[in-house]
Structure formats: structure tokens, C-alpha cells
């Protein structure tokens, strides 16, 4: 299934209904080896970064994690998750975003409020680079298919001012050196949005050409042009902006997919780990003497009386 928006085909049409928002939009560049996605989220990444009270810096910054997980699991045929992490010695220590192949996305940051105010107060208003804020680590990609096959991760160090820069580190060492991102995040009216868009080439059919180098090229520069407003415009929809970026040549849209916010934790599982875990170390989980476990990702609590701690005890050794 596909629809195609070239040049003077006339562009789609601004449909009064809601704006497709929450997916990835696959799309491929017209008689040209260049295909790409387009990441949009809205009600999505809102839910994930209003769970948890970060600062404006750590919610952007988890924004575009999020979004370019989306971008890089797109890219990929699996049955599983895809899990994107970073982790470094700066204000920011951790950031995991998963997506599964079913389309459930969910993400958190840990950071140290104390280091962050630090940085922030420091900066005086000026943007905050990936150094600054994730310090020296590095960015790990995960993916998961079950028990019964091979996990596979990648493992870049944090390298460059922006996560779209350390992104590009990874294509680089991965030798995929004809992928590019562009990634944005920020608040608007509605809430957060985050919008990331990737371009890939493709092995040209006959050896590499001139015009096959040209339309390359000329697929970079327009992405280039898109700016962060046009990424996170909840009004603009995908198909409209991608034929405003890509007209010039025409560009053919996919059936996209949708994504949600959805977590995989459940009280079988947090059992599970109760289970796994010295008994002191529960003990340190107790508020109001109750024993209660706080999924990360989405702040659902699991409390559990000391009886019942118990007799998951007894029920591991029967
Ligand atoms: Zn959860």
C-alpha cells in the first residue's frame, strides 16, 4: 500500500480531520535510492515525559531519545523490543527507551537534581550539550527477541554535541555511513512533542552513479531545510510535511505505524524480582511499611505487606 505525492501531482490535500499523530511514516524518495521515516509523536511522548516531574532540560533531551528510538526500530524487521540507552557521569546518569515491535514506547531518565541545577545555572540560558548533560558514557542499542534467540547489541561512547551527533557516531562505527537523523523535541500548546525524521540510502541498482550521488545529496539538503517548528507542528500533518520537504522530486508514503505509550511491567513481574532480591534489599524498597516497588518507566506502584513478601519467599523454595 502506497501513495504517491510527486512533482505537480498536487500536494494532499489539509483534511479538516484530526492530524495523524503517534507513528512512523515510512516513505521513499522518488526515482531516487533514498527511502526514509518520519517520526511523529504527540499524545505519546507527552504521556511518557508527564509521568515523572523533570526539568524542561531532561524532558527534551528524553523526548528526542524517545523519538529517535522510534526512528531506529523502524528500520528494523524484529519480534521483540528495541531498546536505546544511554549512560554517563554527568548530571543526566541514565536514559532507556524501548519500542516493541507490537508498538508500545515507553521511556525514563534518572538524573541528579543537584548536578542539573548546577549546569543549568551555570549555562546562563545557553542550549546544553550532550557532554554537559549525559557526560562521558555511552549510547547502547538492544535488541531483543525472546529467550530463545540471540540478543543483539551495539555500543557507541557518547560522542558529539547533540544525540542526533552521537546517533551518527554509531552509523559511522556500524559502517551504515548513508544514514542521517534530525531529531527535535519541545513543548507546545497540547504538551510535549517530539518529531525525529531519517533518510537512508539505498544500494543503487547499477553501481554507484553521478545521479544516483546527486539525488543523495540532493535528499540531504532537504532535509536540512526542515526546521524544529515544522518537526513538532501538531497542525502539519506528516504526508503534507513531507511533501513540502520533497516535492521537488516526489516522495512516496507507506502504510505508517502506530505507536502508544505502553509499559510491560506488571505485579507478576515485580513477584518475579521480589523473588530474585537478599531480603535486606527488600527492606530498602518499604514507605509506610508497606514494601512498594516503583516501575520506572510508567510510576505504577506495587505495594505488598510483609506477609505477602513472605510468602512469595516460601512459594520460591516449595
Ligand atoms: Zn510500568
Redesign the pocket.
Known amino acids: 500500500m502506497s501513495e504517491r505525492f510527486a512533482a505537480g501531482a498536487g500536494r494532499p490535500a489539509r483534511s479538516r480531520a484530526a492530524v495523524p499523530d503517534d507513528l512512523i511514516q515510512p516513505f521513499k524518495i522518488e526515482g531516487q535510492a533514498v527511502r526514509g521515516r518520519l517520526v511523529r509523536l504527540g499524545p505519546l511522548i507527552n504521556t511518557v515525559l508527564d509521568r515523572h516531574q523533570y526539568p524542561p532540560e531532561v524532558a527534551e533531551l528524553l523526548g528526542e531519545m524517545v523519538a529517535l528510538a522510534a526512528g531506529l526500530a523502524g528500520a528494523l524487521k524484529y519480534e521483540g523490543v528495541f531498546t536505546l540507552q544511554t549512560k554517563g557521569d554527568g548530571p543526566v546518569r541514565l536514559m532507556v527507551a524501548d519500542v516493541t515491535s507490537e508498538g508500545d514506547v515507553?521511556g525514563y531518565a534518572q538524573f541528579d537534581a543537584e548536578k542539573l541545577a548546577a549546569i543549568i545555572g551555570a549555562a546562563g540560558g545557553a542550549a546544553l550539550s550532550v557532554p554537559k548533560l549525559l557526560g562521558a558514557g555511552y549510547l547502547a542499542f538492544t535488541v531483543d527477541q525472546g529467550s530463545h534467540t540471540e540478543r543483539y547489541q551495539g555500543i557507541v561512547e557518547l560522542t558529539g554535541a547533540t544525540l542526533a551527533d552521537c546517533i551518527h557516531h554509531y552509523f559511522r562505527q556500524s559502517e551504515q555511513l548513508d544514514s542521517v537523523v534530525k531529531v527535535a523535541a519541545g513543548r507546545a500548546t497540547g504538551g510535549w512533542r517530539a518529531g525525529a525524521l531519517m533518510l537512508q540510502r539505498l544500494p543503487p541498482a547499477q553501481g554507484a552513479s553521478d545521479e544516483v550521488e546527486d539525488g543523495w545529496r540532493r535528499a540531504l539538503a532537504f532535509m536540512a531545510s526542515s526546521t524544529q517548528q515544522e518537526l513538532l507542528d501538531e497542525r502539519l500533518s506528516p504526508n503534507e510535511l513531507l511533501y513540502r520537504l520533497f516535492h521537488e522530486d516526489g516522495v512516496r508514503v507507506f502504510a505508517p505505524s502506530n505507536l502508544r505509550a505502553g509499559?510491560?511491567?506488571?505485579r507478576a513481574r515485580v513477584e518475579r524480582v521480589l523473588r530474585s532480591l537478599p531480603a535486606h534489599e527488600i527492606e530498602s524498597f518499604k514507605i509506610d511499611g508497606l514494601i512498594t516497588v516503583t516501575?520506572?518507566?510508567?510510576?505504577?506502584r506495587y505495594p505488598f505487606t510483609d506477609s505477602e513478601v513472605a510468602a512469595l519467599k516460601d512459594s520460591d523454595v516449595a
Open positions: 515507553r509499559c510491560r511491567c506488571s516501575c520506572e518507566f510508567c510510576n505504577t
